[in-house]
């Protein structure tokens, strides 16, 4: 499968070390490091996970003109992704997350970004380069990842979408509040527990699945989506299409790290869609694949192999 991947991509930083003492300034404890690595974050990670379940994604991002940007670039280069899609705005920081890792556990997270929403230039610079894609090469499903740092702007998804819709391209949003109800006409909609209850302004209690069953489908109803996928932590996940509504709990894992499990869920959620796999499948296969990448420490795509043997063993 082809897959457009538009949204907002990071680079993710990670220093290991060790602790032995405590900072005489702080009661902070000082880490001494012992390897510094660089990995693909946020909409790049979703096209890592795309790429290691053997599609082919095609990410329209935008980064800045600095040496994260550039590092950015090289370790796309380097895990063979394309990145022809990838605008430079000199005006913009490249988003970085560092985290600082010792004993097996996150210590504490500094984050380099920009919030605020693409200029005008750049957004029309993306929608005609995605345009373009489309009309060049065959795509299988348009994915939007917003992490709420102002490369998915509502006038930018409105034109793709639009064209979507046109031409029958599945679509699917991973969204945040600023945008939340901004997602019309989507395939699937993919939020997390507290997205959907601060995107809505709903007060839910994520056990509630009566409650969030009413909730859910009214918000279907209104955005006009046809599917709609509440991932719920601890509690597993919850799936709708608007005449089954299905949960399904969590296989029991051993959590190393939740980061980077939101963007493995929409990669193989959409690409399950997109295959025309029913919502039960989708919904089992996307909740299985997220708890295995949390298994591992750091934002890593998911083992293909790995995913197959245990939805084989878990006879799904």
Known sequence: MRVIVIGDAMLDTYLWGKVERLS?????????????????????????????????????????????????????????LARNGIFVDPS???????????????????DEESTSIISVEMEKILVNAILKELDENPVDVIVFVDYDKGVVTPSLF???NKVALERKIPTAVDPKKRNFRNYRD?????????????????????????????????FKKE?????????????????????????????IRDIADVSGAGDTVISVASLAMAA????????????????????????????????????????F
Not at 95 to 104: A, D, F, L, P, Q
Not at 202 to 211: G, M, P, R
């Open 223 to 251: 955005q006009n989506l046809k599917l709609i996928f509440i991932t719920l932590s601890e509690l597993g996940v919850f799936i709708s299409n608007g005449v089954k509504e299905q949960y399904y709990p969590v296989v």
């Open 92 to 110: 913009r920081n490249t988003t970085v997350k560092n985290r600082i890792i010792s004993g097996g556990k996150q210590i504490v997270r500094v």
């Open 158 to 160: 409105n034109a793709i």
């Open 24 to 80: 005489p300034e702080a009661p902070v404890p000082i880490v001494s490091v012992t390897k510094r690595e660089n990995r693909l974050g946020g909409a790049a990670n979703v096209s890592r996970n795309l790429q290691a379940l053997g599609a082919t994604p095609v990410l329209f991002s935008v980064v800045g003109e600095d040496d994260n940007g550039k590092e950015f670039l090289s370790l796309l280069e380097k895990r063979e």
């Open 186 to 218: 989507v395939t699937l909609f993919k939020p997390n527990f507290k997205e959907f209850v601060e995107g809505t302004g709903l007060q839910i209690a994520k056990d509630d699945l009566e409650a969030l069953k009413a909730c859910a489908d009214k």
């Open 276 to 315: 025309g796999l029913p919502p039960k499948m989708m919904a089992l296969m996307s909740n299985l694949a997220g708890g295995l990448v949390c298994e591992k420490l750091g934002v890593v795509p998911v083992d293909a192999e790995q995913l197959r043997k245990e939805m084989k063993s878990k006879k």
